[in-house]
Structures are given as structure tokens and as C-alpha cells.
């Protein structure tokens, strides 16, 4: 199971450590690429965009439970509270990105949950195939001045 808090080194020890560096890096980018400002706290690894909100990636390794029976679980950890939590859904065979969970801390206050490949419309909401919803939000525009 991942801890969507813990950090990086102690979440990942089979390697998928280099996977969620990359994508933290790509989020960054894309994030200033679309005129954001981030921040990463390097202890915590948790991301603060615009100096309005935070957010936190955590990868989800798939468990076969039996034949044709895909498993993610996901445990939130209280240490750290992000205002939105990244499950990175890996594939049945853990070696590509299946989709996204994103979660906002208001709407989530599970600390387990389990995915299946299908999942209650009251979680797969937060389901995204990219994270555009993401780099979305972190869009600056300038204010107009009235007419």
C-alpha cells in the first residue's frame, strides 16, 4: 500500500521512485509553462502552486488480487495535510500510468481507500486520464478592469 504523504525514498523502495520524480518534474513544468509559479518543499515533497494551494503526488501500484481482479490501494496519511491529493494509478503491470485520481482534501476524508478498475461514480469522479484538471487550476489570468 502507498502512503499518499510519506515520502518519496520511503514510499517507493522497488524503484518506481525515478517514475514519480519525473512526473513531480513534468507537473512542475507544465504548471510554470502555463505561467505558475511552484514551490516543493524539499522535505515533504509536497508542491504549493501560486501561493494559494498545495498538492502532494503519490504512485498506486496495481495488486492482482486473483485472475482479472485489479487492486489499487491507497492510504492517506495525516502527517502532512496537501489541499489536494494525486493518486498516480499505475497499469496491471506497473510499467505505465493507467490515469489519475485527484483529490481534494474537502471531498476526501477517507484515510483507505480501494480502487477497482471500475469504481462508484463518487470516485471515479476524480478520475483523469492526463492532469489537465491540474494545470487548470494553476492558470494565472490577469484581472480586466472594468467597463
Sequence with gaps: MTRLNSTVDEAYPDGSRELLLAIVDTTI???KR???IVVQDTRTKVLTVNHEFTVRLGIIRCQE???DCLRWEIRFDRKTE???KIAVRLNGTNDAILDYY???KVEVRAT???LAEDNEISIDRFRSDTLEP???MA???KATEPA
Aim: glycine share 8%.
Design 29 to 31: 513544468f507544465e504548471i
Design 34 to 36: 502555463r505561467g505558475g
Design 65 to 67: 488480487k486473483s485472475k
Design 82 to 84: 496537501p489541499d489536494i
Design 102 to 104: 485527484i483529490f481534494p
Design 112 to 114: 483507505h481507500l480501494r
Design 134 to 136: 491540474l494545470y487548470r
Design 139 to 141: 492558470i494565472r489570468y
